[in-house]
């Protein structure tokens, strides 16, 4: 097994959260998807971000993929936690750089916007690069002090 990921989505971002559940699975991530179970009953992107960052946090190295129609309101509710390091990734360099240099514990997509496709790509990108350390670990350890 690789990583464990959680997922969780609005309903915009079910349909995508859904994809990438079973691209995950197949390249043997282990994956608990946290809902919403489907793209018709309208959901609140923040409740679905809170439950995202709280399970990242209460389990230690994992990680969390977090989807809406935009990316743009949960990755604001990830981000309010302490600890959460949450990109919203639109491109390949984005990802590349959000593993190097910022160490993101979760990524958020905008299911509306981007395709499976795309998204895998942004994900593989993510996974096979590593966190640099060095001046970006103290920066990063200073976003959670005051
Ligand atoms: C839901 O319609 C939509 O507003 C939400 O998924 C997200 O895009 C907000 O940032």
Redesign the pocket.
């Known amino acids: 097994m690789k990583e464990k990921i959680y997922l969780s989505s609005?309903?915009?971002?079910y349909d995508l959260k859904n994809n990438i559940k079973n691209y995950l699975k197949k390249n043997n991530y282990e994956v608990i998807d946290l809902g919403t179970d489907n793209n018709t009953n309208?959901v609140s992107?923040a409740d679905y971000g809170k439950k995202l960052a709280k399970n990242v946090l209460q389990n230690n190295g994992s990680y969390g993929i977090g989807v809406?129609?935009?990316?743009?309101?949960?990755s604001?509710a990830v981000n309010r936690f302490k600890g959460i390091r949450g990109a919203r990734i639109t491109s390949i360099e984005d990802a590349k750089l959000a593993r190097e240099h910022n160490n993101a514990n979760i990524l958020l997509f905008?299911?509306?916007q981007i395709t499976i496709e795309q998204a895998e790509k942004m994900i593989e990108e993510f996974f096979k690069n590593k966190f640099e350390g060095g001046r970006h670990k103290n920066r990063i350890d200073s976003l959670d002090e005051k």
């Open positions: 609005d309903h915009a971002g309208s992107y809406c129609g935009t990316g743009l309101g949960i604001f905008g299911g509306r």
